[in-house]
Nanobody, 125 residues
Framework: VQLQASGGGLVQAGGSLRLSCAASGRTFSNLGVGWFRHTPGKEREFVAAIDWSGVSTDYADSVKGRFTISRDKAKNTVYLQMSSLKPEDTAEYYC???????????????????WGQGTLVTVSS
């Protein structure tokens, strides 16, 4: 499955953005999906993940209460709604599908494959 992240851009602190992760090639409806972010000089950071059913989610402490992950199986798309954005949220955001079916939400990059191209989010102060 091939993934493509989109929806990034420049936004002022306190603003909102919605990122989309669209799948092509085949459906990823039976796989969990995660969002990660990377800033030059730092390690890739887990942001949020959703299980295959769309029922269970998990978030990094730094975004909990501000970001919401969801999925639309009919559109083969996963979303990341980001609100109350802070300058420290500035990063390249990537989505990825789990390598195989898991019965629970995963957070480790090692459990994910099919990394899509990132989308840049810049939050100005």
């Amino acid at each position: 499955v091939q993934l493509q992240a989109s929806g990034g851009g420049l936004v002022q602190a306190g603003g909102s953005l919605r990122l989309s992760c669209a799948a092509s090639g085949r459906t990823f409806s039976n796989l969990g999906v995660g969002w990660f972010r990377h800033t030059p000089g730092k390690e890739r950071e887990f942001v949020a993940a959703i299980d295959w059913s769309g029922v269970s989610t998990d978030y990094a402490d730094s975004v909990k209460g501000r970001f919401t992950i969801s999925r639309d199986k009919a559109k083969n798309t996963v979303y990341l709604q980001m609100s109350s954005l802070k300058p420290e949220d500035t990063a390249e955001y990537y989505c990825a599908a789990q390598k195989r079916w898991f019965g629970s939400v995963r957070k480790s990059p090692a459990d994910f494959g099919s990394w899509g191209q990132g989308t840049l989010v810049t939050v100005s102060s």
